[in-house]
């Protein structure tokens, strides 16, 4: 089976930077998505981490540490738009790939 | 257009009824997926295909079955819907080639009466 923790809910200022981080635990471990989810909206895929290290894309950077069973991701400079759910999901050669998600994590951007 | 699409959008029905969500892809992929989402529980897998003569089970797949019809189009059945299956409901393609990355249809949300 699989353990994915993520905080539930954060709160962060515009133009801020804000991290995120989730834990797992598992077997097989193959990858590492983060998605946003904006309310009543489809998840959207933002990053897939497979090696240690970050990876940049834009105001968006997304971290994996293997051998702590952790990531982050992180949001620079916070826009308004940018308050949505962000899931972690986890996928594992055991599972066939498919990746199993976190609950997410709401995060709330304030002026 | 959308490269996943699904019908309908919302559906409100009353408990014992037969329901049918249809879900539809143009990107081309083998693999569909439905998912449900409840607040707090996160996404959940009911049901996959990794193609048209290929079913599995998810984590919850009980209460609910799936048809493969095509390469494109994969339908999640509710034989006989209950109060606690109200939910947000999302059909997923991906490509083993892309590591599996889940690309999303928009939902449809179901309330059970």
């Known amino acids: 089976g699989q353990n994915i923790d993520q905080p539930t809910e954060m709160t962060a200022t515009e133009g801020a930077i804000v991290q995120i981080n989730c834990t797992y635990q598992?077997?097989?471990?193959?990858?590492l998505f983060w998605y946003q989810q904006h309310a009543g909206e489809a998840p959207t895929f933002l990053s897939y981490n497979v090696l240690d290290g970050l990876e940049e894309k834009g105001r968006f950077s997304s971290f994996l540490s293997r051998s702590k069973g952790y990531s982050y991701l992180l949001l620079k400079e916070l826009q308004m738009k940018d308050s949505a759910s962000y899931l972690c999901?986890?996928?594992?050669?055991?599972?066939?790939?498919?990746?199993?998600f976190g609950r997410g994590t709401s995060l709330i951007v304030h002026p | 257009d959308a490269d996943v699409t699904q019908t309908p959008r919302n559906r409100i029905t009353k408990t014992g009824k037969r329901i049918m969500l249809e879900c539809s892809q143009t990107k081309g992929h083998d693999r569909m997926y439905w998912y449900r989402q409840d607040p707090g529980l996160g996404l959940r897998l009911i049901y996959y295909s990794f193609d048209v003569k290929d079913i599995n089970k998810g984590e919850i797949s009980d209460g609910y079955s799936v048809s493969r019809q095509a390469q494109a189009k994969f339908s999640l059945s509710l034989e006989s819907a209950i109060p606690n299956q109200t939910a947000l409901y999302f059909c997923?393609?991906?490509?083993?080639?892309?590591?599996?990355?889940?690309?999303f249809g928009p939902g449809t949300r179901l309330l059970v009466l």
């Open positions: 997923a393609t991906s490509d083993p080639g892309d590591g599996e990355t889940q690309y």
């Open positions: 598992t077997s097989g471990f193959n990858g």
């Open positions: 999901a986890v996928s594992r050669s055991g599972g066939s790939y498919i990746p199993t």
